[in-house]
């Protein structure tokens, strides 16, 4: 449950800053007041697009056979890791720029008065983070095994937005504690995080289907220390693919993941946008 609520209020968040920058610029000018309701718009069709997206993965799942759903709930896993770390890597490039783009694209629409043009810029924007928000849910809710209910995780959901709000409203007031760079940073850590606890939970499918060797299995059993079925040890399995008898493969491949995530962190930190001051590219005024 607390992976859910972290998404969704991570997730819930950045779509809440695309949508508060174009809200903040449209409202600033007669013309762009016109074109609120087309943002509105947008935002409902993304929704729905994202919508659409979660029942597409339900009903391809309902038609699998068992070992169908088992590669199935593998490939979603590696899936969300992969859009977890592309997600990281483009907002530490654009992130500065974000605010500037955004502008440029709904400036350009407005002066046409291309108001479905409009539409489809806030549609994309959306969709993109409710598409993202519906295969991390996904990848993790099955590769995490969580027994709960599916009202305790909507429940959790309700909750991540809820709080989401809150974390927005914070993060509008610009205080010296919770800044937009400070979230990012810490969230960001978190999301790698995940990511790789999402790739441990589908090597764990791949080696039971028998696809991926376990080479030597186990390497060690810390479990007398820190076992995984809770407190700590659950978190961190959970929340970082922490295994108390992990196989070789399982660590190979996630010492790889970190090789790999730390040197694409550094040549994006090179690439990034320097277009807008980081303490003003994400403040929106709403």
Request: with cysteine; glycine share 10%.
């Amino acid at each position: 449950m607390e992976q859910v609520a972290f998404i969704v209020w991570r997730e819930s968040i950045e779509a809440l800053l695309v949508v508060g920058i174009l809200y903040a610029w449209l409202r600033s000018s007669p013309e762009g007041r016109r074109g609120l309701p087309w943002l509105w718009g947008g935002v409902g069709a993304g929704l729905l697009l994202a919508g659409a997206l979660a029942l597409v993965l339900l009903g391809v799942a309902s038609w699998l056979s068992d070992t169908g759903q088992e590669w199935f709930q593998s490939l979603m896993a590696l899936a969300a890791c992969a859009l977890v770390v592309q997600m990281v890597l483009w907002m530490r490039q654009h992130g500065r720029s974000l605010k500037r783009s955004l502008e440029v694209g709904a400036s350009e629409q407005v002066q046409e008065q291309h108001w479905w043009g409009l539409l489809i810029l806030v549609m994309i924007a959306v969709a993109r983070e409710g598409s993202e928000t519906v295969v991390f849910l996904y990848g993790t809710v099955l590769s995490s095994q969580n027994d709960g209910s599916m009202a305790a995780m909507i429940l959790a959901g309700l909750g991540g937005f809820a709080v989401a709000l809150l974390s927005f409203w914070l993060l509008q007031l610009g205080g010296r504690i919770i800044t937009w760079r400070r979230f990012f940073r810490v969230t960001e850590v978190l999301l790698l995080l995940l990511a790789s606890a999402l790739l441990v939970s589908a090597t764990d499918r791949l080696i039971s289907l028998g696809v991926l060797p376990a080479l030597m299995d186990p390497v060690w059993d810390s479990s007398w220390l820190l076992g995984t079925e809770q407190g700590i040890g659950k978190v961190l399995a959970d929340f970082a693919g922490y295994r108390a008898m992990p196989a070789l493969s399982q660590l190979l491949i996630w010492l790889a993941y970190w090789g790999t995530v730390i040197a694409l962190m550094r040549r994006s930190s090179r690439k990034a946008s320097p277009a807008v001051p980081a303490r003003d590219s994400a403040r929106v005024a709403v």
